[in-house]
């Protein structure tokens, strides 16, 4: 009896042991690791609208819009003829007065001419060109046809010519040419040019005579401006003087036949 018992112990022993054995199991379990997904790369074309270029703008400076307009102001003057309509105004007759008007109807019609073409000028800039297109209206506003209107407008023709140079002479010298450029005769003359720009411009010269030759250089009133030659006997030479804008004489004093030439070098 004691045996039995003795087995059923070891027997309930060892089921003990299996069963602790079980449980106490360390052996990790078997796990299936998750892959991480690898990132994946997109690429995106992203179309760029290239910049539209930009010129550098150009602008002139002021102190050149002003020369420009003040220039344009002086081309109108000289394609008009308005200073020479104004000279030969001055040294027009009075004619007969019109007791109908009470005016000499022909001086004061173009001296109406002359004030609509100055009002259709481009506006000058520059206090001395702004001076001289004041003298120019004022002049004619005094041809009113009168006798004593003529001896008016002749005193302001005096300021026209006087605030011209003064606004010339401060222009930039610009292109210059003359009609005709070239002049051939024989013996005493008087011819005449005009300068459509200012600066320095020279004569070139020739006699083929036995006596004096002496030219003078006038402005548009028959003023004196230079003597460009004063010599005896044959002579050939080049001389210059400053001219601005405007009609100009040549008295020519000679006994033999001479040229003149006319350039801006």
């Not at 005579?209 to 002496?214: L, Q, R």
Request: net charge negative; hydrophobic share 40%; charged share 20%.
């Amino acid at each position: 009896m004691k045996k039995w018992n003795a087995i059923g112990i070891f027997a309930v022993v060892v089921a003990g042991m299996i069963l602790i054995s079980g449980c106490t199991d360390t052996k990790s379990a078997n796990v299936t690791p998750v892959a991480t997904p690898t990132p994946q790369i997109v690429y995106v074309t992203v179309l760029v609208t290239p910049a539209p270029a930009v010129n550098p703008e150009v602008t002139e400076s002021p102190a050149s819009q002003n020369a420009a307009m003040d220039e344009a102001f002086i081309d109108y003057i000289f394609e008009k003829q308005i200073l020479e309509g104004m000279t030969k105004l001055s040294s027009a007759s009075p004619g007969d007065y019109d007791t109908g008007s009470g005016y000499n109807a022909e001086p004061r019609k173009e001296a109406e001419n002359l004030t609509a073409l100055l009002a259709n000028a481009p506006r000058p800039v520059s206090e001395k060109m702004k001076a001289f297109r004041s003298a120019m209206i004022d002049a004619v506003a005094m041809m009113d046809g009168t006798t004593a209107g003529f001896s008016r407008y002749r005193e302001a023709m005096v300021t026209v010519t006087d605030t011209k140079f003064a606004a010339l002479s401060e222009m930039p010298s610009s292109g210059f040419s003359v009609e005709p450029a070239q002049f051939s005769g024989y013996g005493n003359d008087i011819q005449s040019f005009n300068s459509t720009g200012t600066g320095r411009k020279f004569f070139t010269l020739t006699h083929d005579g036995k006596s004096n030759f002496a030219i003078v250089l006038e402005d548009e009133r028959e003023r004196y401006i230079s003597l460009l030659v004063n010599e005896i006997g044959s002579y050939s030479g080049k001389k210059s003087a400053n001219l601005t804008i405007g009609k100009y004489y040549l008295d020519i004093t000679a006994d033999g036949a001479w040229t003149i030439a006319i350039t801006t070098d």
